[in-house]
């Protein structure tokens, strides 16, 4: 994937989510860290602000209460009237698209970078929702450069008539972060210093292009999900195989 300009408007206000999901530690450590003392993401002239989106989650570790808050950031669930009746994801998703959007908006945030930890073994992995978003794809490549040599690589999300209800949906610029292998509800050091490390090379790259650094063009390898292959069941549809010892731990690139 290549890009040959980068937008060039400056970015203003950036958005680091963490607790998306509740039991995904890395993103809350890091968020709850920054709100305490936020002096290593702040960067001249942009407004950065760390947050947590759900924090009922978070406090019971789990997932999400009601619903997938990941999922819920779609016109319907947004427009919808506030009441305690609604599920509590879509509740704070209208607060969140209040604070950070409106979504599709000009007063929405430039950047949400949206933190998760999987128990895949992605390693580094950046989410790029938009395969024709030249600024973003800038912004990957500086970030993988900038890594190596530990790999960093970028899933392609995009899909040619649905339009994605994630959390981060509501900027201009969606940016999702996974990193693992991590079991939910666990954290690890060594995942926490490299998703830390991908939002200070992503803050550095922001900095970068205010200042008003050229960037070349430049190509990027995306993946993404060509085929999904479900586990053998039986007749009652329960799992009827488990992941070879040879198998198992290790992500598979084809």
């Known amino acids: 994937m290549t890009s040959c300009h980068v937008a060039d408007d400056p970015i203003k206000k950036v958005a680091i989510f963490g607790g998306t999901h509740?039991?995904?530690l890395t993103g809350v450590f890091l968020v709850k860290h920054w709100l305490e003392n936020g002096t290593e993401i702040q960067r001249t002239g942009l407004e950065v602000k760390p947050f947590i989106t759900n924090p009922r989650a978070v406090k019971k570790c789990t997932r999400y209460v009601d619903c997938d808050l990941n999922r819920v950031f779609d016109p319907e669930n947004l427009g919808k009237k506030m009441s305690e009746d609604l599920p509590y994801e879509v509740r704070r998703a209208q607060e969140i698209n209040h604070?950070?959007?409106p979504k599709d908006s000009e007063d929405s945030y430039d950047?949400?970078?949206d933190l998760h930890n999987t128990t895949s073994n992605m390693g580094c992995t950046l989410i790029l929702e938009d395969s024709?978003?030249?600024f973003l794809i800038q912004m990957f490549h500086y970030i993988k450069m900038s890594l190596a040599p530990l790999p960093c690589y970028v899933y392609l999300t995009e899909h040619p008539s649905l339009k994605y209800a994630t959390t981060r949906s509501i900027a201009k610029y969606a940016v999702g972060i996974e990193v693992g292998p991590q079991p939910q509800g666990v954290l690890r050091a060594d995942i926490l210093d490299q998703m830390r490390k991908?939002?200070?090379h992503a803050l550095d790259f922001i900095h970068n292009f205010n200042e008003g650094k050229e960037f070349p063009p430049c190509a990027i390898e995306v993946y993404k999900i060509m085929e999904k292959?479900?586990?053998?069941r039986n007749k009652s549809g329960e799992?009827?195989?488990i992941i070879h010892p040879k198998l198992q731990g290790f992500s598979l690139q084809v």
């Not at 292959?229 to 053998?232: G, I, L, N, R």
């Open 99 to 101: 604070l950070f959007g």
């Open 22 to 24: 509740g039991n995904e």
């Open 239 to 241: 799992i009827a195989a």
């Open 229 to 232: 292959v479900d586990y053998p």
């Open 132 to 134: 024709r978003n030249d």
């Open 111 to 113: 950047i949400i970078f």
């Open 198 to 200: 991908m939002i200070k």
